[in-house]
């Protein structure tokens, strides 16, 4: 994955929304925000690389689960079908694959984790 790439799936997720952070959130946030983080896979051909399936997770976090189910909402909605070119890299679509709500006691904080699959050009 290049720093291209990664540029541009931070510009693609502020975009989206600005309480996001790639790995770790700093501390003292106002709830919600989100986490994400990213896998890439790469498609091969006899030409080479030719395509690069990312695959998103985006952790959910707040104190309310129903500020927790709107940030997901906001999120899956602007994200889900999407496509554009960010930082030059060019983005075909980008799509959720799952969603799964839980509760982290030792935080005290309701979670929801969605996950996408973003495939780029090469």
């Given at each position: 994955?290049?720093?291209?790439?990664?540029?541009?799936?931070?510009?693609?997720?502020?975009?989206?929304?600005?309480?996001?952070?790639?790995?770790?959130?700093?501390?003292?946030?106002?709830?919600?925000?989100?986490?994400?983080?990213?896998?890439?896979?790469?498609?091969?051909?006899?030409?080479?690389i030719?395509?690069?399936?990312?695959y998103?997770?985006?952790?959910?976090?707040?104190?309310?689960?129903?500020?927790?189910?709107?940030?997901?909402?906001?999120?899956?909605?602007?994200?889900?079908?999407?496509?554009?070119?960010?930082n030059s890299?060019?983005?075909?679509v980008?799509?959720?694959?799952?969603?799964?709500?839980?509760?982290?006691?030792e935080?005290?904080?309701?979670?929801?984790?969605?996950?996408?699959?973003?495939?780029?050009?090469?």
């Amino acid at each position: 994955m290049s720093v291209s790439t990664r540029t541009g799936i931070y510009d693609l997720m502020n975009n989206v929304e600005t309480d996001v952070y790639p790995v770790i959130a700093p501390q003292g946030l106002t709830d919600p925000y989100a986490v994400y983080s990213v896998r890439f896979e790469y498609i091969r051909t006899q030409d080479g690389i030719a395509i690069k399936d990312g695959y998103l997770t985006v952790d959910i976090y707040a104190d309310k689960y129903a500020d927790c189910g709107s940030l997901a909402d906001t999120v899956r909605d602007n994200l889900d079908n999407q496509n554009g070119t960010y930082n030059s890299e060019v983005m075909f679509v980008a799509y959720i694959t799952s969603e799964v709500d839980g509760y982290i006691p030792e935080l005290d904080k309701f979670v929801i984790t969605q996950e996408y699959v973003l495939r780029f050009e090469v």
